[in-house]
């Protein structure tokens, strides 16, 4: 079984910035990995994904240019740094792993593994 871990969550104040990590363990391949969050009351979306390679990330609107998804495959970790918070962006924060199947998803539907995922709370 494959399973994804999250890490580095915690309290930050707005305009802060936290590290998150996925470590993936278990039978490892070759997978298109990406970040979700859900806040309370709200649906899951989507933050970022980033292909097998590395090659290529995509981002949603609302963090482009602020967060940055990297991964060390020979560490088997996944990677979402992120930089000037905002209190509405407090949520649990979720690392999902898919195989690449043509381009990236940002449905988490298409996602196949999934960590616990890690509180992040962003305060005033």
């Known amino acids: 079984q494959v399973q994804l871990v999250e890490s580095g969550g915690g309290l930050v104040q707005a305009g802060g910035s936290l590290r998150l990590s996925c470590a993936v363990s278990?039978?490892?391949?070759?997978?298109?990995m990406g970040w979700f969050r859900q806040a309370p009351g709200k649906e899951r979306e989507f933050v970022a994904a980033?292909?097998?390679?590395?090659?290529?990330?995509y981002y949603a609107d609302s963090v482009k240019g602020r967060f940055t998804i990297s991964r060390d495959n020979a560490k088997n970790t996944v990677y979402l740094q992120m930089n000037s918070l905002k209190p509405e962006e407090t949520a649990v924060y979720y690392c999902?792993?898919?195989?690449?199947?043509?381009?990236?998803?940002?449905?988490?539907?298409?996602?196949?593994?999934w960590g616990q995922g890690t509180q992040v709370t962003v305060s005033s």
């Open positions: 278990g039978r490892t391949s070759i997978y298109d």
């Open positions: 999902a792993g898919r195989l690449p199947i043509m381009a990236l998803s940002t449905v988490s539907g298409d996602y196949n593994y």
């Open positions: 980033i292909h097998w390679n590395g090659g290529t990330t």
